[in-house]
């Protein structure tokens, strides 16, 4: 298994309040991506970095942030939660055009 | 914009059987990735197969193998011999390169959850 962790694993919050999810990677992978799933909507990309300090947006990016200071942290923050950012948020690597490795995912509540 | 369809929310299958769970996709390029991932019940993504749209051959692994057909732009997944640890849903995903960016963004279906019965 690739070398992949998320914490929290779980969590609950209450609306308005800020949320850090942390990936963490051992594999030295360039890429790096944060996703979320629904159900009915598959996973959707939340954002991407292809390296330290390089990052862009995904497609349902609005109401998060990302940060990525070393190769091995990519950081997803809800600013100010809300209860449709409710979800399971996956963090994914890949070297260059190699696979996509998933982490073991975060749950997350917003009430 | 590309998309990818997975038209059976949900199957089933007898173990020892096999299944075929269906994916269309559609895009302009000529250049592109297709994948299988499998998550069980512990929503671990587990990669099942890949398939390069250059490559004629359809990619086979073990008791997974995949009908890739360009033209109609579809990419089937068949598990033969079905097992009971094959219950989990299933989602097919596109990823097309980005020469500018340098980056692989993936694209997902909505997914099929399959049953394996006993």
């Known amino acids: 298994d690739a070398g992949i962790t998320q914490s929290p694993r779980h969590k609950v919050t209450e609306t308005g309040t800020p949320v850090t999810l942390r990936c963490h990677q051992t594999e030295n992978h360039r890429y790096m991506y944060w996703y979320r799933q629904d159900p009915g909507h598959g996973l959707r990309l939340i954002h991407y970095s292809y390296g330290v300090k390089d990052t862009d947006k995904g497609e349902v990016s609005d109401g998060y942030s990302v940060s990525r200071s070393k190769t091995e942290d990519f950081l997803l923050t809800l600013e100010s939660a809300t209860s449709s950012q409710t979800s399971v948020y996956f963090c994914?690597?890949?070297?260059?055009?190699?696979?996509?490795?998933f982490g073991p995912g975060t749950r997350l509540l917003v009430l | 914009a590309q998309t990818v369809t997975q038209s059976q929310p949900e199957m089933s299958v007898q173990e020892a059987e096999t299944v075929t769970l269906s994916c269309t996709y559609d895009t302009s390029e000529n250049n592109y990735y297709l994948f299988w991932y499998k998550q069980p019940p512990s929503r671990q993504m587990i990669l099942v197969i890949r398939?390069?749209?250059?490559?004629?051959q359809n990619a086979t692994e073990n008791r997974f193998s995949v009908n890739f057909q360009k033209a109609a732009k579809s990419f089937s997944l068949k598990i033969s011999d079905s097992q009971l640890g094959d219950t989990a849903m299933y989602f097919c995903?596109?990823?097309?390169?980005?020469?500018?960016?340098?980056?692989?963004?993936?694209?997902f279906g909505t997914g099929t959850r399959l049953k394996v019965l006993a």
């Open positions: 994914a690597i890949s070297r260059t055009q190699e696979t996509q490795y």
């Open positions: 398939q390069e749209a250059y490559k004629q």
């Open positions: 995903a596109f990823m097309k390169p980005s020469f500018t960016s340098g980056t692989y963004k993936y694209i």
